[in-house]
């Protein structure tokens, strides 16, 4: 993992940052699916890098924005007045499947952790509680990837709690795989592809993901992209 970090940036130069923003274009299949087309289609999102905080603005109409940490999901007017709260936001999803819809609120929480996730990648791999092995190289498009198998803590907002990345030559996460358990309790396996590495104030960042679901030989099925992920004016700050 040193060797990860090292090539996105080094932990020394995240260390010296606070929070990190983007203009976010969103897209595929499951928003529609999950009766919230169009919410995620352009938004600015924004993340704390060292504890787990992440909201896009704007959040369903203009003047309003989502917030959302591991025990916290709301909608608020952007002068943080609360329009919609929900705590402990993980349990609203019991006895979901993959075609229940959801309301806004548990959109925010679905989009706010992961896209904390996906903004701070690697460098939150390397907090407390975190746990990393090294598994067999993957095979893939005629190159060797190094595989990684993550298990997160359990105070981590994430998809799932054992995740697997995979790292080309370059050190860069080519692919990363997972389940979406708060879908549903028979979720395929994600396949999260990042692209486009661009350096962004030392912390290189992908600005582009499309997430595919995996047939059970784990091979990403690609003919409907699940989730499209563009970033574009990522800046980082120092407060």
Do not use: C
């Not at 090294?134 to 907002?157: C, I, M, Q, S, Y």
């Amino acid at each position: 993992m040193e060797r990860v970090i090292a090539a996105h940036g080094g932990m020394d130069r995240w260390n010296e940052l606070a929070s990190v923003s983007a203009r976010v274009l969103g897209g595929g299949a499951l928003w529609p699916l999950k009766g919230q087309e169009g919410i995620l289609d352009d938004v600015v999102t924004r993340a704390e890098l060292h504890r787990q905080y992440a909201g896009s603005t704007p959040f369903g109409a203009p003047g309003l924005r989502s917030a959302v940490s591991p025990d916290r999901a709301a909608i608020e007017t952007d002068t943080g007045e609360v329009v919609d709260e929900r705590l402990h936001p993980r349990n609203a999803f019991a006895g979901h499947e993959i075609s229940t819809p959801w309301d806004r609120l548990h959109l925010a929480y679905f989009n706010g952790y992961a896209m904390w996730n996906y903004l701070t990648e690697p460098f939150l791999l390397a907090g407390p509680g975190f746990q990393v092995e090294e598994l067999k190289p993957h095979h893939e498009d005629g190159e060797v990837w190094r595989t990684l198998e993550v298990t997160f803590p359990d105070n981590v907002a994430t998809h799932s709690r054992k995740q697997t990345y995979y790292v080309d030559d370059a050190g860069h996460i080519r692919r990363h795989d997972y389940v979406s358990e708060i879908v549903g309790p028979n979720t395929p396996v994600a396949a999260n592809y990042s692209s486009d590495h661009q350096e962004f104030d030392g912390i290189l960042i992908p600005t582009r993901r499309l997430v595919y679901l995996t047939d059970p030989d784990g091979n990403a099925v690609k003919d409907t992209v699940t989730v499209s992920i563009e970033l574009r004016d990522i800046t980082f700050t120092k407060e």
